[in-house]
């Protein structure tokens, strides 16, 4: 996000903001990524109502932001999130099942734009999608295939337990807490690979680019590689016998 988009999504938000302060009803963001709700937390002092965020699940990564007056309260089941299962028609003659990629491209191939688009969710058969209601129809209709398999679409009760992304837990030791440390370290890439990755600008910190192979990391951030998958910084340990840094880490691929 440049400069420009960020002064617009902050005027956006402003603008839902007033609408409901002007209104007094509950107006609702599209699905905001990790930087952008970073970045409405930051303004929600200056604004003249209340926010809350939910993304159809707890722990939700892409999450609406509810703007509504202080006299109004929300319930989750205000948000205008549909909760859809995509199933393959015949999981035992698959090969490979289909990736987060494969179900996200399928969405996207029919026109749909990221922010009408929560998170998805690998099951054990298909993937729990969130979308905006709006959406909903329209997906079931459209979406017939997800990579190489044939699926169908199912509306899922607003209450389903779905099963969250689960990482795998890596103590990794770095000389120093550099983004291209730790890149290297998590993704077990050399590091001349990871300085080549962040300087194409294929790496975010927090959801937001980052070029500088120096730039800081610690405790709560989140890095992205885009098209390898995720880190998440949990706890520096301490340090070993030669004085490096124990950083504990979860990837998500």
């Not at 997906?139 to 997800?146: D, H």
């Not at 550099?178 to 910190?205: E, H, M, P, T, Y």
């Not at 989140?222 to 390898?228: F, P």
Request: proline fraction near 3%; include cysteine.
């Amino acid at each position: 996000m440049d400069d420009k988009e960020r002064n617009w999504f902050i005027s956006r938000m402003e603008d839902l903001a007033d609408r409901a302060d002007q209104t007094g009803y509950m107006i609702f963001s599209d699905f905001l990524d990790g930087y952008q709700l970073s970045l409405l937390r930051d303004m929600q002092r200056h604004l003249t109502t209340e926010v809350t965020f939910y993304g159809g699940y707890e722990d939700a990564e892409r999450r609406m932001a509810s703007f509504y007056p202080s006299f109004l309260q929300v319930q989750t089941e205000d948000f205008p999130i549909e909760a859809l299962l995509i199933t393959p028609k015949a999981p035992q003659f698959l090969t490979k099942a289909p990736g987060h990629r494969d179900y996200l491209g399928a969405l996207m191939g029919l026109g749909i734009k990221r922010e009408k688009l929560g998170d998805i969710l690998l099951q054990e058969q298909g993937a729990v999608v969130f979308v905006s209601e709006d959406m909903a129809s329209y997906i079931q209709e459209g979406v017939t295939s997800v990579g190489a398999a044939d699926v169908k679409v199912t509306v899922q009760d607003r209450g389903i337990a779905v099963k969250a992304p689960e990482g795998k837990r890596i103590l990794v030791s770095l000389a120093s807490l550099r983004l291209d440390a730790l890149l290297s370290k998590g993704f077990a890439i050399s590091r001349g690979d990871a300085s080549n990755w962040i300087a194409a600008g294929k790496v975010q910190k927090n959801w937001r680019d980052c070029t500088a192979g120096d730039e800081p990391v610690r405790e709560g951030d989140v890095i992205t590689l885009r098209g390898m998958g995720r880190i998440k910084c949990i706890e520096e340990k301490g340090r070993s016998k030669s004085g490096r840094i124990q950083l504990m880490i979860e990837r998500f691929s």
